[in-house]
């Protein structure tokens, strides 16, 4: 059981939104900044959002973050088929240390 | 271009220990730090522990205490994880990640990633 819980799927259709939630507590997302990871299929994760809302370069616009009191969410617009891979929330907790939600796996219908 | 290359899969027996290479170029190694994330097949990402590649200071996961050893050689810019008395359950990819030069809050953010080495503990 992971620290921070995410919904282990979900799925969405060409051009739609989808978002993916994160739960956590105070000690993690309530008190730390929390990052998202995508993972494609057999590669190393890649990082997505970091600070709850900051895009490293090279990241499209697409993807967004959004952090409020112990939950942060992870947002996908405009939904492309490379888009379908594993995605993961991580936040420092302030007494287990690094922790990471369980995944989500995305699935384009 | 900033690259974290790992050493090849390893296959070890239960109660052996395991050293995982992860060799750092196109960036100032003493700059930063390297954590270490495993993945146990079809599961989810696990952090390992941190350590900074400018004064070796560490930080490790509280459930793998006394087990694992993380170290760096700056003169070839190499992390290593070293995972003692292996069990089945340790069988998983073991990736090494570019962090910020402190272990925890803001700085638990992994930009660079390794490609990922297996290493499968089998009797």
């Known amino acids: 059981q992971s620290v921070l819980t995410q919904p282990p799927s979900a799925s969405g259709t060409p051009g739609q939104r989808v978002t993916i939630s994160c739960s956590g507590s105070?000690?993690?997302?309530?008190?730390?900044?929390v990052n998202w990871y995508q993972q494609l299929p057999g590669t190393a994760p890649k990082l997505l959002i970091y600070?709850?809302?900051q895009r490293p370069s090279g990241v499209p616009d697409r993807f967004s973050g959004s952090k409020s009191g112990t939950s942060a969410s992870l947002a996908i617009s405009g939904l492309q088929s490379e888009d379908e891979a594993d995605y993961y929330c991580?936040?420092?907790?302030?007494?287990?240390?690094?922790?990471f939600g369980g995944g989500t796996k995305l699935t384009v219908l | 271009q900033v690259q974290l290359v790992q050493s090849g899969a390893e296959v070890k027996k239960p109660g052996a220990s395991v050293k995982v290479s992860c060799k750092a170029s196109?960036?100032?190694?003493?700059?930063?730090?390297i954590s270490w994330v495993r993945q146990a097949p079809g599961q989810g990402l696990e952090w390992m522990g941190w350590?900074?590649?400018?004064?070796?200071?560490?930080n490790y996961a509280q459930k793998l205490q006394g087990r694992v050893t993380m170290t760096t050689d700056t003169s070839t810019s190499t992390a290593y994880m070293e995972l003692r008395s292996l069990r089945s359950d340790d069988t998983a990819v073991y990736y090494c990640?570019?962090?910020?030069?402190?272990?925890?809050?803001?700085?638990?953010?992994?930009?660079?990633w390794g490609q990922g080495t297996l290493v499968t503990v089998s009797s």
């Open positions: 990640a570019r962090q910020g030069s402190c272990s925890g809050g803001s700085c638990f953010k992994f930009d660079y």
């Open positions: 196109g960036y100032t190694f003493t700059s930063y730090g």
């Open positions: 350590i900074s590649a400018y004064n070796g200071n560490t």
């Open positions: 105070s000690s993690n997302i309530g008190s730390n900044t």
């Open positions: 600070s709850n809302n």
């Open positions: 991580a936040a420092w907790d302030d007494s287990l240390k690094g922790v």
